[in-house]
């Protein structure tokens, strides 16, 4: 198993204290946000681009994937979302990531719709993606927020350049069992999204294991030559505790549960189907 965290928990930092953070407590490699406020994004110049791979791997670091903003299922003509793909494809490329991450983004519109949009998109960027070796993953989050509904999407494409990104929260919000996400995701999986929250009700970030997800059904699930990928949503909780101090903890974490030794205080489903502490 590798281990990587997405900038999304170091809103802005510079790249090369991201990539020191991740070499200094034992990542394998970062999932970069690709937005104009972090240090590259779509319209980065080449320049900044071939600086900053250098800087990824003097430390020893590989960028994992690009997580852009794309949403594929969303409303509206397709061009500007093939457009968006593109360029975070070449971006990807350009860092020698393998993967893109994209949204869905179609909440506001009946499934068969949201599904077509989706479809049609990443039939459309997947030969682009393939040609420049990176693979777009539809994200389990919004509209197709369960690993079901991404595989729906997904194995109407069934090509190649697309596969998923497995977001743990939502298909955990959305009641489905881990074992039952894993397994649907099984031939589409790029990498798996982990995270802890303190509830279902109050979405803010906490260090691995200390709030209410399966985390380790979770582990057990992922493919054990894959990746995890610690997402600490500290842009969207600026009141959550500060990233750098919890990496050592997280990935000691997460090494545990793929040893097949979870920490004492385990973690048991409830009534509700949601996980509870015991």
Same mark, same amino acid.
């Given at each position: 198993?590798?281990?990587?965290?997405?900038?999304?928990?170091?809103?802005?930092?510079?790249?090369?204290?991201?990539?020191?953070?991740?070499?200094?407590? =034992? $990542?394998? %490699?970062?999932?970069?946000?690709?937005?104009?406020?972090? *240090?590259?994004?779509?319209?980065?110049?080449?320049?900044?681009?071939?600086?900053?791979?250098? @800087?990824?791997?003097?430390?020893?670091? @590989?960028?994992?994937?690009?997580?852009? &903003?794309?949403?594929?299922?969303?409303?509206?003509?397709?061009?500007?979302?093939? /457009?968006?793909?593109?360029?975070?494809?070449?971006?990807?490329?350009?860092?020698?990531?393998? $993967?893109?991450?994209?949204?869905?983004? %179609?909440?506001?519109?009946?499934?068969? !719709?949201?599904?077509?949009?989706?479809?049609?998109?990443?039939? !459309? /960027?997947? *030969?682009?993606?393939?040609?420049?070796?990176?693979?777009?993953?539809? +994200?389990?989050?919004?509209?197709?927020?369960?690993? /079901?509904?991404? !595989?729906?999407?997904?194995?109407?494409?069934?090509?190649?350049?697309? =596969?998923?990104?497995?977001?743990?929260?939502?298909?955990?919000?959305?009641?489905?069992?881990?074992?039952?996400? %894993?397994?649907?995701?099984? /031939?589409?999986?790029? &990498?798996?999204?982990?995270?802890?929250?303190?509830?279902?009700?109050?979405?803010?970030?906490? =260090?691995?294991? @200390?709030?209410?997800?399966?985390?380790? +059904?979770?582990?057990? !699930?992922?493919?054990?030559?894959?990746?995890?990928?610690?997402? &600490?949503?500290?842009?969207? $909780?600026?009141?959550?505790?500060?990233?750098? =101090?919890?990496?050592?903890?997280?990935?000691? &974490?997460?090494?545990?549960?793929?040893?097949?030794?979870?920490?004492?205080?385990?973690?048991?489903?409830?009534?509700?189907?949601?996980?509870?502490?015991?």
């Amino acid at each position: 198993m590798k281990y990587a965290f997405s900038t999304l928990g170091l809103p802005g930092a510079p790249l090369d204290r991201s990539a020191a953070l991740a070499a200094t407590h =034992g $990542y394998d %490699g970062l999932e970069l946000r690709a937005h104009p406020e972090e *240090p590259l994004h779509p319209d980065s110049p080449a320049a900044e681009r071939a600086a900053g791979l250098r @800087t990824l791997t003097a430390a020893g670091v @590989t960028v994992l994937a690009v997580a852009g &903003y794309p949403r594929v299922a969303a409303p509206g003509t397709d061009e500007p979302v093939l /457009a968006e793909l593109r360029a975070l494809i070449r971006l990807a490329s350009d860092l020698e990531a393998p $993967y893109v991450r994209v949204f869905p983004g %179609g909440t506001d519109l009946p499934e068969e !719709a949201a599904d077509a949009h989706a479809v049609r998109r990443l039939l !459309a /960027a997947a *030969p682009f993606a393939e040609r420049h070796g990176v693979r777009i993953l539809l +994200e389990t989050h919004d509209s197709h927020r369960t690993a /079901a509904a991404a !595989a729906r999407v997904l194995g109407r494409v069934a090509h190649p350049g697309v =596969g998923a990104v497995w977001d743990v929260l939502h298909t955990w919000l959305a009641g489905e069992p881990p074992t039952r996400s %894993g397994r649907t995701l099984a /031939a589409h999986l790029g &990498y798996v999204q982990v995270k802890d929250v303190r509830s279902a009700q109050d979405l803010t970030p906490t =260090g691995l294991g @200390t709030g209410v997800l399966p985390l380790p +059904e979770v582990v057990a !699930a992922a493919p054990e030559d894959g990746w995890l990928c610690w997402e &600490y949503e500290k842009r969207w $909780y600026p009141s959550a505790a500060d990233l750098p =101090g919890q990496l050592t903890q997280g990935r000691e &974490y997460l090494q545990s549960l793929v040893a097949g030794q979870p920490p004492a205080d385990s973690r048991t489903a409830g009534s509700d189907g949601l996980q509870t502490r015991v």
